[in-house]
């Protein structure tokens, strides 16, 4: 299967990533530096924003 990758920069609130270390989740808060994402609910983890390695299109963690 072929995944399309867009632009880590361009990660925004609703969009649906990949860690370097391998979490998915769905972005719920961006600011300059950090990052905040849902992993599942009511579980809210705090990133660098450099530790996202894809944007991931959306959906993509309801087929995993």
């Excluded at 990533?17 to 972005?27: D, E």
């Excluded at 990052?35 to 983890?45: F, I, K, N, T, Y």
């Excluded at 705090?46 to 963690?61: F, R």
């Amino acid at each position: 299967e072929t995944m399309l990758f867009r632009s880590v920069a361009s990660v925004s609130k609703g969009d649906e990533v990949m860690t370097s270390g391998g979490l998915l989740g769905k972005v719920t808060k961006v600011t300059d530096d950090y990052m905040s994402m849902q992993v599942a609910d009511g579980v809210e983890l705090k990133l660098q924003k450099s530790s996202v390695a894809a944007a991931l299109p959306k959906g993509t963690i309801n087929q995993v």
